[in-house]
């Protein structure tokens, strides 16, 4: 039977005198908490690096491949400002359109899909992609949907009598953008037109569904954007400020309100709009034409792609709208751009017939050799 010593058990000295005092007595016993707890009788059990760069410093200096990892030749990519003819969809495949065919790429097992091939003169202007479903607005006016699982035809939808430049989602309600500025809403769950919204004057080359689905930001030849909410045929909000056509949108992960524009080569301005007052907050020049914007979370960060004359991509911080790097560079104008699901690689397609690859985050090194070069036709 274990004896239980009760001396001094009424003893009126601190604690931490008595502690003291024992450990002084006994050498192999540590004031560590990682010693006490685990029992180690080794005075470093773990070590580290502390790093004592603030973390902006950091993210502000972070390398970026400037060199793409992948390039797939793309012949017969359409030279259009006004078009959106990549996709990259939840399900991590490219959708693409070349002269009258529209492909799939499957990123991961690499496979190159001839999914849809149009009549002379009848092509693709608009793809968009919610989950397996990939809406294709055609050139005639119609609107084509395709299960890209099973890369089968679904159905087909006229409600334009002009070109489908631009598409956005919006659960099952698909918004629709023509070249006469028409803005068309089909809910898929009864396919019926719901609404439309006619306010642009020229061709809607953006749409754009903000995160939250309460607004829907749309970007015309008439230098203009309109925000709309479903069930109003009247815009919220006109933005006027750019003065060239508007193309490049994309909504504030963080800061649900904002919405970011890009102006075409007349404008060369990115602008930061707060939906909920209907004003600019902010305005920055950029040096060349804006033809995409996408917001990146993780770091908050903006990636934009350029057309005359830089013809490249750039990483910037939001806070201070300070640019990271320049890469993405293409010998003619950057016009589609898409983000990887994960947001860590940036697709784009150029004028230059090359669909190119470009990491953007988790990687240390600062460029990559190009690891592959095949066609995609």
Same mark, same amino acid.
């Given at each position: 039977?274990?004896?239980?010593?009760?001396?001094?058990? =009424?003893?009126?000295?601190?604690?931490?005198? *008595?502690?003291?005092?024992?450990?002084?007595?006994?050498?192999?016993?540590?004031?560590?908490?990682?010693?006490?707890?685990?029992?180690?009788?080794?005075?470093?059990? !773990?070590?580290?690096?502390?790093?004592?760069?603030?973390?902006?410093?950091?993210?502000?200096? *972070?390398?970026?491949?400037?060199?793409? &990892?992948?390039?797939?030749? !793309?012949?017969?990519?359409?030279?259009?400002?006004?078009?959106? %003819? +990549?996709?990259?969809?939840?399900?991590?495949?490219?959708?693409?359109?070349?002269?009258?065919?529209?492909?799939?790429?499957?990123?991961?097992?690499?496979?190159?899909?001839?999914?849809?091939?149009?009549?002379?003169?009848?092509?693709?202007?608009?793809?968009?992609?919610?989950?397996?479903?990939?809406?294709?607005?055609?050139?005639?006016?119609? #609107?084509? @949907?395709?299960?890209?699982?099973?890369?089968?035809?679904?159905?087909?939808?006229? &409600?334009?009598?002009? *070109?489908?430049?631009?598409?956005?989602?919006? $659960?099952?309600? +698909?918004?629709?953008?023509?070249?006469?500025?028409?803005?068309?809403?089909?809910?898929?769950?009864?396919?019926?037109?719901?609404?439309? =919204?006619?306010?642009?004057?020229?061709?809607?080359?953006?749409?754009?569904?903000?995160?939250?689905?309460?607004? +829907?930001?749309?970007?015309?030849?008439?230098?203009?954007?309109? %925000?709309?909410?479903?069930?109003?045929?009247?815009?919220?909000?006109?933005?006027?400020?750019?003065?060239?056509?508007?193309?490049?949108?994309?909504?504030?992960?963080? *800061?649900?309100?904002?919405?970011?524009?890009?102006? $075409?080569?007349?404008?060369?301005?990115?602008? &930061?709009?707060?939906?909920?007052?209907?004003? /600019?907050?902010?305005?920055?020049?950029?040096?060349?034409?804006? /033809?995409?914007?996408? &917001?990146?979370?993780?770091?908050?960060?903006?990636?934009?792609?350029?057309?005359?004359?830089?013809?490249?991509?750039?990483?910037?911080?939001?806070?201070?709208?300070?640019?990271?790097?320049? =890469? $993405?560079?293409?010998?003619?104008?950057?016009?589609?751009?898409?983000?990887?699901?994960?947001?860590?690689?940036?697709?784009?397609?150029?004028?230059?017939?090359?669909?190119? @690859?470009?990491?953007?985050?988790?990687?240390?090194?600062?460029?990559?050799?190009?690891?592959?070069?095949?066609? #995609?036709?």
């Amino acid at each position: 039977m274990k004896t239980i010593n009760l001396d001094n058990i =009424f003893s009126t000295e601190p604690r931490y005198k *008595r502690l003291s005092r024992k450990n002084s007595q006994n050498k192999t016993v540590y004031n560590d908490r990682y010693t006490k707890k685990f029992g180690f009788m080794d005075k470093i059990i !773990a070590s580290t690096q502390i790093i004592t760069e603030p973390r902006y410093k950091r993210l502000e200096t *972070r390398k970026v491949d400037t060199s793409p &990892f992948r390039i797939l030749d !793309a012949p017969g990519v359409y030279d259009d400002y006004y078009l959106n %003819i +990549l996709d990259w969809s939840s399900n991590n495949y490219i959708s693409i359109c070349l002269a009258e065919e529209i492909y799939l790429y499957d990123v991961a097992n690499k496979d190159v899909i001839n999914l849809a091939t149009f009549k002379s003169g009848v092509y693709a202007s608009s793809l968009r992609s919610n989950g397996n479903v990939l809406a294709a607005g055609i050139s005639n006016g119609d #609107i084509i @949907f395709y299960d890209v699982e099973k890369c089968k035809l679904m159905g087909k939808r006229s &409600f334009h009598q002009t *070109r489908v430049t631009s598409l956005d989602w919006n $659960g099952n309600v +698909l918004s629709s953008g023509s070249r006469t500025g028409l803005i068309s809403n089909i809910d898929l769950r009864d396919n019926k037109e719901i609404s439309k =919204f006619k306010f642009h004057t020229q061709e809607v080359c953006g749409l754009k569904w903000s995160n939250s689905k309460r607004y +829907l930001a749309s970007g015309a030849n008439d230098n203009c954007i309109n %925000i709309w909410q479903l069930g109003s045929n009247s815009p919220r909000y006109t933005l006027n400020g750019h003065s060239s056509a508007v193309k490049a949108l994309d909504w504030c992960p963080w *800061r649900v309100s904002i919405l970011a524009s890009g102006g $075409g080569s007349k404008d060369k301005t990115v602008r &930061f709009w707060d939906i909920e007052t209907g004003t /600019c907050e902010s305005s920055v020049e950029m040096s060349s034409q804006v /033809c995409g914007i996408h &917001f990146l979370a993780r770091y908050k960060e903006m990636v934009t792609a350029h057309g005359y004359s830089e013809n490249d991509i750039c990483l910037w911080k939001v806070s201070n709208f300070k640019k990271i790097c320049s =890469f $993405g560079k293409h010998d003619n104008r950057v016009l589609y751009t898409v983000l990887s699901p994960d947001q860590t690689i940036v697709a784009s397609l150029a004028a230059d017939e090359n669909l190119k @690859f470009w990491r953007i985050l988790d990687r240390t090194d600062v460029s990559t050799p190009i690891v592959e070069s095949v066609s #995609i036709r």
